[in-house]
């Protein structure tokens, strides 16, 4: 199933996720704390979530028809808050002024009660798959096989390790939820170093495949490759869907690319051996990102 | 000395008192809250009848989801079907919900704000010969301390109806703790019931605010009954008490709880519950700040349940009415 995506939709998406990752390290950078590595490597599937795929309504984000997208793991929301504002959902000045800070829309973790169009408070990992499959067997209830409705569940790969994450992956495998669809950001690390160190995943297409899911794997930075395989995921009838998508934690910005010493820190907020000092860390990573790794020369230069 | 608008069982100190199963009530509360309103869902973790949801599993099979064993699940899902507008039930023996799945219902339901009901059955030491593992002692201190969270403890299975159907009028998460025995009935169709009030079951006072007590007894769950029967005996003694039955535990009535302490000045709480944080707790933190006097707690002090049968272990860990009258009277003595 090739898509065809035409080449201003491409650029379109391309330039969405640059401005995310730019836009998420401008508000990490002023909080002083948070996730980095997480967001940069989500930007992209975020970009073609909420510019391509996503059935919604910045604007009415309360909207009946709209697909549900639960943010398991919490922790890496300034991709989430960063493409919801750049989509119209929150200003993003704000965003970048106000991340972490006391009174935020943009608490540290995701909260409904402060920032009422996120579908979840979230953070605490392995039970947002629960909650998307709450949403997806209420959704079949009220509308059958066809409601044409999905619910988006986006989870970590280091989240895998709670068992509350597999009995949601087994419930919607005896359900035939054919209305879920999850991403798992398959970026191999987690706080106390990689994931296949800390406890193994692998063989992680066979564990979905095992619980009746219908399984892809794909190139979390190729659009093409994401939307691609989100069709044929809304496709497939009678299965949960998973993605296991590849990507690379801290996409954009070179030093913090595949180290997992970047999972929990921001730029700006620590010196660490072998990483640019921390004076520097902010201003680098947004030069990179302006220019696309040195290949163009921005005119924000 | 049974206050008339309270509407009690005529029957409630005989020798053949009726006795019905807690849970049982929640079993019908549920059917009738599900034909009111078709926004209510069943989620059950492989305790479908011995939680009593199979009532409603029968007539409405198409809103019921059979979870199996996997109660941090069962808390999380419902909280998704509620973000979707149902009102989902979820039932498990409160050790495993509202104990092994906290977390799930503190952060899914109770700090998502979602409109989920959970139903712990088999609580206190009562369940008998299944032993401490699955005797939960802790449920009402680890419920009642989560923001947004209500928390009812029926009396007796009328109650336990009119509880549950209440529960599915409300946008709050709530939990309700349900006994596995069967506990004598203490109310009728007509009680009064509203979630946050408690109820005057018992009073040598007659409603007279003015009119002094020697003590007041506030009691919980299916405890009520032997309070009741330990006011008699001191009312047949000459002693002046009332009986407070509290079945909301979080939000409190503390107007009723300032109101006892007032006229007696000397409070007994009582619970099938660890004395730490639960009800009793609950009572004194009230009564710390609106009316301070003694307060005797009874209750398990600090232990672990065992095998037993339902009355042997309310010896044990003193909860029997002898226990009760002990702690009437010395905290009336306490008072001088």
């Known amino acids: 199933m090739k898509v065809h995506l035409h080449e201003k939709d491409l650029r379109m998406l391309e330039e969405k996720a640059n401005e995310i990752r730019q836009t998420l390290i401008e508000a990490l950078i002023g909080a002083g704390s948070g996730h980095s590595a997480g967001p940069l490597g989500m930007a992209d599937i975020f970009a073609a979530l909420f510019f391509y795929i996503l059935r919604h309504d910045p ?24 493409a919801m504002a750049h989509a119209g959902y929150a200003s993003v000045e704000e965003y970048k002024k106000t991340l972490r800070k006391f009174g935020t829309k943009f608490q ?28 997806a067997l209420a959704d079949r209830m009220d509308r059958g096989r066809s409601s044409g409705r999905f619910i988006y569940a986006l989870l970590s790969d280091a989240e895998e390790d709670a068992g509350n994450l597999w009995e949601a992956a087994m419930l919607a495998g005896k359900e035939k939820l054919g209305n879920l669809i999850a991403v798992v950001d398959r970026n191999n690390i987690q706080i106390d170093g990689y994931t296949e160190d800390i406890m193994p995943l692998e063989p992680l297409r066979q564990k979905w495949e095992a619980f009746n899911w219908h399984v892809q794997e794909i190139d979390g930075h190729n659009f093409l490759d994401i939307i691609e395989h989100i069709n044929e995921a809304k496709a497939v009838f009678s299965k949960p869907s998973v993605i ?13 690319e595949r180290d997992f010493k970047w999972h929990g820190t921001p730029p700006g907020a620590s010196d660490m051996p072998g990483e640019p000092p921390k004076g520097e860390q902010g201003r680098l990573a947004l030069e990179e990102l302006r220019t696309l790794g040195g290949r163009i020369i921005s005119e924000h230069q | 000395m049974i206050p008339e608008e309270a509407k009690l069982n005529p029957k409630l100190f005989d020798k053949d008192v009726e006795q019905v199963p807690i849970r049982k009530g929640f079993g019908e509360g549920l059917l009738a809250a599900g034909e009111a309103d078709k926004r209510v869902v069943g989620l ?3 305790l479908t009848e011995s939680t009593q949801m199979h009532l409603f599993r029968n007539k409405f099979p198409e809103r019921f989801v059979e979870m199996g064993v996997a109660e941090q699940n069962l808390a999380a899902v419902a909280s998704g079907m509620a973000a979707m507008g149902k009102i989902p039930f979820i039932t498990s023996y409160a050790m495993f ?27 206190g030491v009562s369940v008998g010969p299944d ?60 009680t009064p019931f509203e979630i946050g009030q408690a109820a005057v079951f018992f009073d040598s006072s007659l409603g007279d605010p003015t009119s002094k007590l020697d003590a007041g007894i506030a009691a919980t769950g299916a405890l009520v009954y032997k309070a009741l029967k330990v006011a008699k005996r001191l009312s047949e003694e000459g002693r002046k008490v009332r009986v407070l039955n509290i079945s909301t535990i979080k939000p409190i009535d503390e107007k009723a709880i300032a109101a006892l302490a007032r006229q007696s000045g000397a409070v007994v709480t009582v619970e099938e519950h660890q004395i730490a944080g639960g009800f009793g707790s609950a009572v004194a933190e009230v009564l710390a700040r609106e009316y301070p006097c003694p307060i005797e707690f009874i209750g398990v002090h600090n232990q672990f349940g065992q095998s037993g049968k339902p009355e042997e ?11 009760i009258y002990e702690a009437a009277l010395k905290v009336m003595k306490r008072k001088s």
């Not at chain 1, 973790?109 to 709450?134: D, I, N």
């Not at chain 2, 272990?313 to 226990?323: D, K, Q, S, V």
Request: hydrophobic share 35%; glycine share 10%; with cysteine.
């Open chain 1, 59 to 82: 604007k009415n984000p309360a909207w009946e028809e709209r697909d549900r997208l639960v943010l398991s793991n919490g922790h890496i929301c300034p991709v989430l808050y960063s």
């Open chain 1, 108 to 135: 540290g973790h995701p909260h409904r009660q402060y920032f009422g169009a996120v579908e979840t408070s979230s953070g605490p990992l392995g039970s947002g798959l629960s909650q998307a499959v709450g949403m």
């Open chain 1, 244 to 256: 296991l998508a590849h990507t690379i934690p801290g996409k954009g910005v070179s030093f913090m």
């Open chain 2, 44 to 46: 059950c973790a492989d």
């Open chain 2, 97 to 123: 919900s509202p104990g092994r799945n906290w977390e799930q219902i503190r952060t899914t339901i109770c700090y998502n704000d979602r409109s989920v009901k959970i139903a712990g059955s088999h609580a």
């Open chain 2, 131 to 190: 032993g401490g593992t699955h005797q939960a002692i802790e449920d009402l201190a680890i419920t009642r301390v989560i923001p947004r969270m209500v928390v009812i403890s029926p009396c007796d299975s009328i109650e336990a109806k009119k509880a549950t159907m209440a529960a599915a009028k409300t946008t709050s998460p709530t939990y309700i703790r349900l006994a596995r025995e069967k506990t004598p009935v203490i109310t009728t169709g007509e």
């Open chain 2, 313 to 323: 272990l309310l010896e044990h860990y003193g909860m029997g009415e002898g226990r």
